[in-house]
């Protein structure tokens, strides 16, 4: 890792790997208004005003309406995909009084039930999950 | 002079915050996941280190999309922690060491580390949740603490190699500070965990073991992990991992390890922890 790298290179690599969203330059900037309203709701009074009204919270921010309409359905995935990054969404389950094992679980196409099962067990194997080309 | 005693490393899961917060440590989920840390916790008592500089990253709590530090350091009295979304942790201010944190600051930057430096934040889960592992519940923390925030949230935080040549760096700015202080350094986050995606609930138990193994000796073999093999092996957040080697770079040439932990899971996450002591050169 010393010495200058190709980000070509180095951005091209991360979509290969299985089920991903890595968190680029690219997501951030589609992303910064979803994130930053996301952000808004680490304030108690933001996260009142939330309660009482989504729709209307939402309208105050620059956001597509894709991305409204997956914030209103609590859609990770789809919210990674818009450019959505978890440690922000944490933000919307947490208000929502989820916890990370249980938003996370939603994403994972798994009950929570067998998702925590599967952790307890020992977690996701890594095994056919590392890369997408090389099938390993 | 002050000097660096011994480096720690550990998970900073939010998930164990709350489970000693809400007194639930000797549940059975819990247990085996907190167990690891009574050996720390009576070595600490012994240490009594005066600073801990505590090397974790912010997960949108002090810095949103706004501005994005690659290494920042906190220079303040002390660090409230943080509402994260469900209100702050039922545990004690955070007290700084302004005169260490300059020093070090105004050092690196002079040795060609450009810090960010940070005069007013609060503090979130990635720094209060190892003082919570190492110290239990006590009324005050115990030492003053230098948080030192890397960016691991936007790619491409920094490599390996650049974290640990940081390390170094502030290893020689704690070595020329005049008063006589015990130092500690900590890296915390990790190890092997993914919270998104299809691919979530990724453990890698294998290699986050291969990455314990190498901290200790004179081995450098981890500074040159490229970000690709942290993300396919490890999972997406288990690009944390870079923040220790901020610590191991910090313990000289040889390291000497005290005590290891390592449990799966605490919420969807490996937990690992680890205490190390430089060997004179």
Request: proline share 6%; aromatic share 10%.
């Amino acid at each position: 890792m010393s010495g200058p790298q190709d980000i070509h290179d180095y951005l091209a690599a991360f979509d290969d790997i299985p089920g991903t969203r890595v968190f680029t330059a690219k997501r951030a900037r589609q992303g910064y208004h979803l994130n930053q309203f996301a952000m808004s709701l680490i304030k108690a009074e933001n996260r009142e005003r939330w309660k009482a009204g989504e729709r209307a919270y939402l309208d105050e921010w620059p956001m597509s309406e894709d991305q409204r309409q997956a914030v209103l359905a609590r859609d990770y995935n789809p919210l990674l995909d818009l450019g959505g990054n978890i440690y922000f969404m944490a933000k919307i389950f947490s208000t929502d009084g989820q916890s990370f094992l249980q938003a996370v679980s939603t994403m994972s196409g798994m009950s929570l039930e067998d998702y925590s099962a599967m952790m307890i067990a020992g977690g996701r194997s890594p095994e056919g999950q590392r890369s997408i080309r090389d099938k390993r | 002079m002050a000097r660096i005693t011994a480096g720690v490393a550990s998970s900073h899961i939010p998930a164990l915050g709350v489970a000693s917060d809400l007194d639930k440590t000797a549940e059975p989920y819990w247990a085996p996941a907190f167990a690891g840390y009574e050996w720390t916790k009576r070595w600490e008592e012994e240490q009594k280190p005066d600073v801990v500089i505590l090397v974790y990253n912010d997960h949108a709590t002090a810095f949103d999309m706004k501005i994005i530090p690659t290494f920042a350091i906190g220079c303040a009295e002390e660090y409230q922690p943080a509402d994260e979304g469900w209100g702050p942790r039922p545990v004690p201010v955070v007290k700084g060491h302004p005169d260490l944190a300059w020093h070090i600051a105004q050092s690196c930057i002079l040795d060609e580390f450009d810090l960010t430096i940070i005069n007013e934040m609060e503090v979130d889960h990635g720094l209060t949740v190892p003082l919570t592992m190492m110290f239990g519940k006590p009324a005050a923390w115990p030492c003053r603490v230098i948080p030192v925030a890397v960016n691991v949230v936007t790619y491409p935080p920094p490599s390996g190699n650049r974290c640990w040549a940081l390390g170094e760096a502030i290893a020689r700015a704690v070595a020329s500070f005049p008063e006589d202080l015990n130092v500690q350094i900590w890296g915390t986050g990790g190890m092997s965990h993914q919270l998104q995606g299809e691919r979530a609930g990724l453990i890698n138990r294998e290699w986050d073991n291969h990455f314990l193994d190498r901290l200790e000796g004179s081995t450098q073999e981890l500074r040159h992990i490229p970000h690709i093999e942290y993300l396919r092996e490890t999972g997406s957040e288990g690009i944390e991992m870079v923040m220790w080697l901020v610590m191991r770079g910090a313990l000289g040439a040889t390291t000497r390890t005290l005590h290891r932990h390592y449990h799966v899971p605490a919420s969807n996450t490996a937990v690992g922890h680890i205490v190390l002591e430089p060997v004179g050169e």
